[in-house]
């Protein structure tokens, strides 16, 4: 049986100002529905996302505010960072863990600037919105194995896609400039490339 993550509760004081400041970062709407006077659900989807948040009015016994270490994935952080300024937010400096294994509670331990080797998964750049609910962005560029089935790749959106094809760009010409020659079957290399940065396998040399 299939389970999978579909919403994450995020609990806030004031709804609308929550709904403004999320759309500011350019989260879709895709509900926002109240049954009466003291029941209101608002759900949000961040760009790219499987999976939404809702908050609203009694949908969460939770203290406004009281939600820490909610994760988004990108694959860029400085470029994601600077969105999130664009949006309205204030996220923190791009840090990554003096451990060097995912990032401590907090503030500890944080060492500014992203992770020495841009190691995939090691870089990193908080927020929080109106009410400090905290979100936290971590740089991921290269799946652990096991992460994702090898023989299924696919993306949330179209800017996903064309994400993973610049990469695999990038990376076939690396490829041409090792072989010393045009590659004429690219189609075949960008896919094996492109599934085994899902898969988190070894990519094609």
Not at 48 to 58: D, L, M, Q, W, Y
Not at 101 to 114: C, L, Q
Not at 134 to 157: H, K, M, V, Y
Not at 180 to 185: K, M, S, V
């Amino acid at each position: 049986m299939e389970m999978k993550l579909e919403v994450v509760v995020v609990p806030v004081s004031d709804v609308d100002r929550a709904k403004d400041f999320y759309t500011g970062l350019s989260w879709r709407l895709d509900a926002d529905v109240a049954t009466d006077g003291d029941f209101r659900v608002v759900q949000m989807t961040p760009p790219g996302s499987p999976a939404s948040v809702i908050f609203g009015s009694s949908v969460t016994e939770q203290t406004p505010g009281s939600a820490r270490g909610l994760h988004l994935v990108v694959d860029d952080i400085e470029a994601a960072r600077d969105e999130l300024r664009r949006g309205g937010a204030d996220p923190s400096d791009v840090f990554h863990d003096a451990g060097g294994v995912f990032h401590h509670a907090g503030t500890d331990a944080r060492v500014p600037g992203p992770d020495p080797q841009r190691s995939s998964y090691g870089s990193f750049v908080s927020f929080s919105d109106p009410d400090g609910n905290g979100w936290i962005l971590q740089e991921i560029t290269t799946r652990l194995p096991g992460r994702l089935d090898p023989a299924t790749t696919s993306f949330a959106s179209a800017e996903d896609l064309a994400s993973a094809l610049r990469r695999a760009a990038a990376a076939h010409g690396e490829h041409e400039a090792r072989i010393g020659a045009e590659d004429p079957n690219w189609p075949d290399w960008y896919a094996r490339y492109m599934v085994s940065e899902q898969a988190g396998t070894e990519p094609p040399s």
